[in-house]
């Protein structure tokens, strides 16, 4: 090799990474965005951020109207539960009285019925007796009157000693 050669070749290396410095500040430099560019990307990465969060809000209102409709629903069914439990009650309890009563007033006719009977068979009792009393009283009354009329038994079932 000669001694040209070996001075021209770190010569021309070195122009040959100097060119690729350049032209890769070169590139660097016009690939930096302009304003109206960095605009446009702010404008875009904003639209991109309203989207995700109407995308959340969104979301969180199904989830708070699922919510509300799941509680409006339950407590809808609760109280319907109470209205239908509260109803069973009531009508347990007229029933429970409905037989109270009935029963009261088949115990109180009862009574009514024995006590008629038995005043009914008492007066009964005293009306014969009474009846008896006056047959014995009047039999004899009859036998004190027929002792003194001449011709009658009496009279003559009297006079005999």
């Known amino acids: 090799m000669t001694t040209s050669f070996v001075r021209t070749l770190p010569v021309a290396l070195a122009l ?42 969104w979301d969180a209102t199904k ?11 339950n407590g809808a069914e609760k109280a319907w539960d109470a209205t239908k439990s509260g109803t069973k009650k009531a009508a347990n309890a007229t029933e429970r009285g409905t037989k109270k009563a009935w029963n009261a007033t088949k115990k109180t006719t009862k009574k009514a019925t024995n006590a008629t009977k038995n005043v009914a068979a008492k007066t009964g009792d005293a ?15 009859g036998k004190a009157i027929g002792e003194k009329v001449p011709g009658t038994a009496e009279h003559d079932a009297a006079k005999k000693p």
């Open 63 to 73: 989830s708070t109207t699922k919510k509300a409709v799941n509680a409006t629903e």
């Open 16 to 57: 040959a990474l100097a060119s690729i410095g350049v032209s890769a500040v070169a590139q660097t430099t016009a690939a930096e965005p302009t304003t109206t560019e960095k605009v446009k990307e702010a404008g875009k990465d904003a639209v991109d951020a309203t989207a995700r969060g109407t995308e959340k809000a």
């Open 127 to 141: 009306v014969e007796n009474a009846g008896h009393k006056t047959a014995d009283g009047m039999r004899s009354t």
